[in-house]
């Protein structure tokens, strides 16, 4: 069992930056691959990214590729998603999931409650 608690979300302006940070606990937290999963309004969830249990391998959606940093920190059980030149877009509650095996979709087992995140124009 891992437990996710997400923070670092808030309302920024179009083009800047935001950090989302992810801490999990649990045993084994740091022997999952962790990922950033996003829910638009009204739209389904969307796959941002995700990193290896290692943190050797990371994957990102198209849509965030070049703007966004997926990293973890094994140590601390945190993971963190640092979003720059943000565009309104981006605008979702961003939930942070853990697998066992890394996934490029929104097929997780384990999910934090989410942070809202709002990209104003």
């Known amino acids: 069992q891992v437990q996710l608690v997400e923070s670092g979300g808030g309302l920024v302006q179009a083009g800047d930056s935001l950090r989302l940070s992810c801490a999990a606990s649990?045993?084994?937290?740091?022997?999952?691959?962790m990922a950033w999963i996003r829910q638009a309004p009204g739209k389904e969830r969307e796959f941002v990214s995700v990193?290896?249990?290692?943190?050797?391998?990371?994957y990102y959606a198209d849509s965030v590729k070049g703007r966004f940093t997926i990293s973890r920190d094994n140590a601390k059980r945190t993971v963190y998603l640092q979003m720059n030149n943000l565009r309104p877009e981006d605008t979702a509650v961003y939930y942070c999931a853990a697998a066992s095996v890394v996934v490029t979709s929104t097929r997780y087992t384990y999910w934090g409650q989410g942070t809202q995140v709002t990209v104003s124009s």
């Open positions: 990193v290896s249990s290692g943190g050797d391998s990371t």
């Open positions: 649990g045993r084994s937290a740091s022997s999952y691959a």
